[in-house]
């Protein structure tokens, strides 16, 4: 990389108010000439500065672009196998297809064997996975205690009764198991329409019990990590081993474990193995009441039953759309830090909000808050709650349904 040059000296005049006119006159020439000799050299580094500059703000662009690149298409895992003078072979993950890639100077460097890394479609390396970066610790969300209670969640009393009853209880007095002979179910799977309360049932529990919830989407073992489903389902197992007592919730398990399809696409055979894995490791699993399991999907139907075998997902529990009481008790729930002008009505809103799901009826809340606001108000008035449902109404029309289920 060029550095800047250093700057001319700047030329000094030494006129001596004694000297002869003529001299005088000649010192001022030849300081007149050094003047424009340096304005010259100054000229020339200006531009000089100017050509690094734009080639630098075209590095900028293209950096713009590589990083635009990275953050929207799909990356396939691959570990460095050897690199040679200026190229990298590449085994991908998934196939263990191996590919010989070029790469820049900068990554050359960085590079050694051994070493995983994420490239796009055309093998090109976008980044190098260190320790942080690894997948296992990207697919993963991990809470030590998340902060959800059970009095967060609003209208389902009975599905939270059956699951501390299939979840708390075994993590709590697996004894009570023991003593009547019975073993507790495996895994614990709820369906439902999306934003009812699936994920905030499975963190309440790990509230309760003081377990890690460590939380999977089954979408993006498919999605973002390409080849790489299987292992992260044994890491998700080994993890929970390493941490308990925990609990695992694999989000949107559909997406791991839908029926079998006609095509027979290489993304099929991925997803099958990533769902083969995680029937082994639930197969293999030895339920001593510190691990717990739950799976959550909108999804039902579309689920392979080989899933819902005993010893897998045995107990199914329906997270339904919330009636006009769960919806009542869900306004509270989210309009309890809120200040409320009296004639706010909520079971009035519960009525004129059929169909709505908890995180909608979320949703509703702070929008009538920012109502509010925008009026300059920090108490939130009747008026406020239907310009938000109105809102929200015209947002979803015409034509999108609110749930797909
Ligand atoms: N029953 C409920 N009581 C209170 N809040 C709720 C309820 N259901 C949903 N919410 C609100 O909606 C948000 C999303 O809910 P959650 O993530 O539990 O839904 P989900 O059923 O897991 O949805 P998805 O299927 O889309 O993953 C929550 O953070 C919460 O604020």
Known sequence: MS????LPDRPTLNLDPDMPVEERLVALREHYVN???????LSDQLELARDRQSELREDVTELQKENEALKTSSLYLAT???????????KQHGNNQEVLTDVSPRLYDQLEAGDRVAINDSFAIQTIL???????????????????????????EAQITEVREAVEDPLLNPEAFEKVGIDPPTGVLLHGP???GKTMMAKAVANRTDATFIKMAGSELVQKFIGEGARLVRDLFELAA??????????????IAAKRTESKTSGDAEVQRTMMQLLSEMDGFDRRGDISIIAATNRFDMLDRAILRPGR??????VPEPDIEGRTQILSIHTRRMQLDPDVDLERIAGDTEGFSGAELESLATESGMFAIRDGRTEVAREDFDAAL????????????????
């Open 130 to 156: 260190d320790a942080e970066t690894d997948a296992r610790a990207q697919a993963m969300e991990i809470a030590e205690k998340p902060d959800v209670t059970y009095a967060d969640i609003g209208g389902l």
């Open 242 to 255: 390493e941490r308990e007592p925990a609990i695992i919730f694999i989000d949107e398990i559909d997406a």
């Open 390 to 405: 109105q809102k929200i109404e015209r947002d979803d029309s015409p034509g999108t349904p609110v749930a797909f289920y």
């Open 3 to 6: 550095h800047s040059p250093s």
């Open 313 to 318: 997902f045995d107990r199914l529990i329906e």
């Open 194 to 196: 999306p934003g009812t």
């Open 80 to 90: 460095v196998e050897e690199l040679t003078d200026d190229q990298v072979l590449l």
């Open 35 to 41: 003047v424009s000799r340096v304005h010259d050299e």
